[in-house]
């Protein structure tokens, strides 16, 4: 029967092909294969076991071998080559590329596996050129970049070109970022090397075809394919560049608004956090810090006297109390800005075709861009950075960067404006990356931006949603975004918590959305000014529950920097689908309304008005507890949820270490030198493991210089005896040790005996909440060995 499953397919796909490409000849190169057709050249390279790449040079076009997304270099794989009359074939461990002579046809396998094929390949349309494949009917499809169409994406045609969307809520075609990306649920990517403007067209004729399309460029794709979901990710964050470490105090609280009109404001919103004991590690200075009026400013880019007579000073008093500054900047300079005459005079900006400024109205004001992909565009907007960065601002936030408006008749130094327009904030990101690399080398940098491309994440970039509506619908797709946006190796997308548009005053979906916001990457409550952004200026129940998640934010600090060193060694987002965790059920394959934080936390956003209880799928591959009241639910069940107003559904893994901190007002006094670790024991688990990873939180190639910790905890369960193992591995804090309070879930009975290390020690029983908690000492570079015997 299989067989015959793949002669169909296999027919199905050689009468749908380009009868007018003929093959000519070939040959094999150190990395690939060169195959010369009648109108061309086909270049196809391995770059390693799990990931290829195929270039169509058409004739009369020069291959350029420029990425602006991939860093990855070929590899040695010792693949394979063969050949017969009819055909010949390149194979590595994992992907094979068999070519059929005539008629001729490209196809692309998985461990033997059928996964796509050139359907026309490329074709030459009028103004435009495409790409097309083949896909099989079954397949579900995501990427794309940041969308609200559902999680799968098949049957849109997708167009490819940076806008923001404000006020989206349910639905949102077009967003701040559009990648050239596509995943199957056949566990592979395609992701298309190129440029300028387009579509990716996911089978809306539902004729089994996908099509990349764009005004001009390269023909050049990557296939990269996994062993699982993860292994997907992984490979292709090793293609495009994995994001470094952020600073720890990004993973804190956010005090921001569309905006803080003055010093005398932005010191009066800290000091009301400060009296309230709500933590705090950042302000955002929204365009107020660089002209009073909304309109008519913008590209001023130097401190507002006026508002801000002190500025230095209160970004040093804000640093003294652990509150770090960030800076809007946007890349437009209107020509009624203090920067005009400098950036016309030194030619930075975009140019007309007789060199002239590119000049234009939007929403701010006549404006121009800055020419970001020129060197001396770069040098001087870095100079505008490092000059904020001497004033004590410590982030950059880039907004606007799709650019927002970008007519198609400016010119940069890289192309006209619809051949660079995509890749705008990417560069920008670049540039404020590499500019630290050089002049503050051993400091991470915070870049929060709107819009980018794919390999963004490598420069740092922090993404966010954009202007979302203040609604439940506008919440409602905020998962779907984060999740597919993980998938394609932005692991930091959020959003606005509560909300940006609209003077809609809802209090419960205020803290819903910030009681999400606890399992995101970000936690950053912003919007108008309508509304109140910041939980100290709600009303005092509104205040007091925002108050709850945003301290829980703080203790589970050393869990989500942990999320953070994974992401930056391995690419693993730290929002995950669910059927991350249950590959072969389909039927999460379209789910978006639950995810995993990490491994151990099962979420649940409350996306619903005055809801009472909620359907809840466990994943079978665990039992589950609930992280507030211990209860126990089996896995592979789905079972009703009563709710309440004081938490969203929060369930951890069975077998889970999860470390929490004691309670900080900023991550300045942030320390794991006593910490709580919790363990779900679930005797089905006979062993589990876990990790922490610890650096001083700052400092740049913390990593690569080995200036850091690592803990490992490891248990095993048989014969009624439960062996908890801790261990260090210090790097950067010799001769310390840690104090843990070790609180052991779901423990029904009282201990026969307890040892640490050999020896009896005293632990405390809580028959109530069933929870045994033990402390003790962990010592640098040693082991603690718990033995419970029940």
Do not use: C
Request: charged content about 25%; cysteine-free; proline content about 4%.
């Amino acid at each position: 029967m299989k067989k015959i499953v793949f002669f169909l397919l296999f027919t199905t796909y050689i009468f749908s092909q380009n009868k007018n490409r003929e093959y000519l000849n070939h040959e094999w190169t150190k990395n690939g294969l060169n195959i010369e057709v009648s109108d061309g050249e086909y270049k196809i390279t391995i770059l390693n076991n799990s990931t290829i790449e195929t270039s169509f040079i058409p004739k009369n076009e020069k291959y350029n071998p420029i990425s602006h997304s991939v860093i990855l270099k070929p590899e040695n794989t010792h693949s394979k080559v063969s050949e017969s009359q009819e055909s010949f074939e390149l194979t590595t461990k994992n992907i094979q590329i068999q070519v059929h002579k005539s008629p001729f046809q490209i196809f692309y396998y998985n461990n033997k596996q059928l996964i796509l094929s050139e359907k026309n390949g490329y074709i030459k349309k009028d103004s435009v050129e495409t790409l097309d494949f083949n896909l099989t009917s079954d397949e579900i499809l995501y990427g794309g970049g940041a969308r609200v169409l559902g999680m799968n994406r098949r049957g849109n045609r997708l167009q490819l070109y940076n806008r923001a969307h404000y006020g989206y809520e349910s639905k949102s075609e077009l967003m701040n970022f559009t990648l050239p990306i596509v995943i199957s649920s056949k566990k592979y990517m395609v992701h298309f090397d190129n440029a300028p403007i387009g579509y990716l067209d996911l089978d809306s004729q539902k004729n089994n075809t996908l099509t990349y399309e764009a005004i001009s460029g390269k023909k050049t794709y990557q296939i990269i394919v996994g062993d699982n979901w993860e292994d997907l990710i992984s490979n292709y964050t090793l293609l495009t560049g994995r994001q470094p470490l952020p600073p720890r105090w990004a993973l804190g609280n956010f005090s921001s608004r569309f905006g803080y009109h003055s010093e005398t404001e932005a010191k009066k919103v800290i000091q009301k956090f400060k009296d309230e004991k709500i933590p705090v590690d950042a302000i955002i200075l929204d365009l107020y810090w660089f002209g009073k009026e909304i309109k008519g400013t913008m590209g001023n880019l130097e401190v507002f006297r006026d508002s801000f007579p002190n500025f230095e000073k209160m970004v040093s008093d804000f640093h003294k109390r652990g509150i770090k500054t960030i800076t809007v900047t946007e890349p437009f300079i209107l020509t009624t800005s203090k920067k005009w005459e400098e950036t016309k005079n030194k030619n930075i900006l975009t140019i007309n075709s007789d060199g002239s400024p590119a000049i234009w109205d939007f929403y701010f004001g006549n404006t121009s861009l800055i020419d970001v992909f020129k060197p001396e565009g770069k040098e001087w907007f870095w100079n505008i950075y490092k000059d904020l960065h001497h004033k004590g601002i410590v982030g950059i936030w880039g907004d606007l960067g799709e650019p927002e408006v970008f007519p198609s008749y400016a010119n940069t130094i890289a192309g006209k404006a619809d051949e660079v327009h995509n890749i705008y904030g990417h560069e920008w990101a670049k540039l404020i990356y590499e500019g630290y690399q050089k002049d503050f080398p051993n400091e991470r940098p915070f870049i929060l931006m709107r819009a980018g491309a794919a390999g963004s994440q490598r420069y740092g970039m922090i993404p966010w949603s954009g202007d979302v509506n203040r609604t439940w619908g506008g919440l409602s797709g905020q998962t779907e975004i984060a999740l597919q946006m993980g998938m394609q190796g932005l692991a930091y997308m959020h959003s606005d918590l509560g909300g940006f548009a609209g003077a809609n005053l809802d209090d419960e979906l205020y803290i819903r959305w910030l009681q999400y916001g606890v399992f995101n990457p970000i936690f950053r409550p912003h919007a108008q000014e309508d509304v109140p952004s910041e939980p100290v200026f709600r009303s005092d129940k509104t205040k007091n529950l925002a108050k709850q998640a945003i301290e829980l934010r703080y203790q589970l600090l050393p869990y989500n920097y942990n999320l953070a060193f994974e992401n930056t060694q391995t690419g693993k987002p730290l929002m995950r689908p669910l059927f991350f965790e249950e590959e072969d059920n389909t039927s999460l394959l379209t789910k978006s309304d639950g995810y995993l934080w990490g491994n151990d936390f099962l979420i649940y956003p409350i996306i619903e008005a005055s809801q009472k209880t909620k359907d809840i799928y466990f994943p079978k591959t665990a039992n589950w507890y609930d992280f507030y009241t211990g209860k126990k639910y089996e896995g592979g069940t789905t079972q009703t949820v009563e709710l309440n107003e004081n938490n969203i559904p929060t369930f951890v893994r069975g077998g889970s270490f999860i470390p929490m901190a004691k309670l900080v007002q900023t991550t300045n006094d942030y320390s794991l030198n006593q910490f709580d670790l919790h363990f779900y024991f679930d005797d089905t688990m006979k062993g589990s493991s876990g990790k922490l990873f610890n650096d001083n939180g700052n400092s740049a190639n913390t990593i690569e210089n080995r200036e850091f910790e690592k803990i490992t905890f490891r248990s095993k369960f048989k014969e009624e005896k439960l062996d908890i193992k801790l261990e260090s591995d210090y790097e950067f804090i010799p001769n310390t040790s840690k104090e843990i309070s070790l609180k052991i879930h779901a423990i029904f009975k009282k201990p026969k005996s307890l040892r640490i290390n050999g020896k009896k020690a005293k632990y405390k029983w809580n028959s109530t909440l069933d929870i045994l908690e033990i402390r003790t000492k962990l010592k640098h570079d040693k082991k603690v060995q718990i033995e419970i015997q029940f």
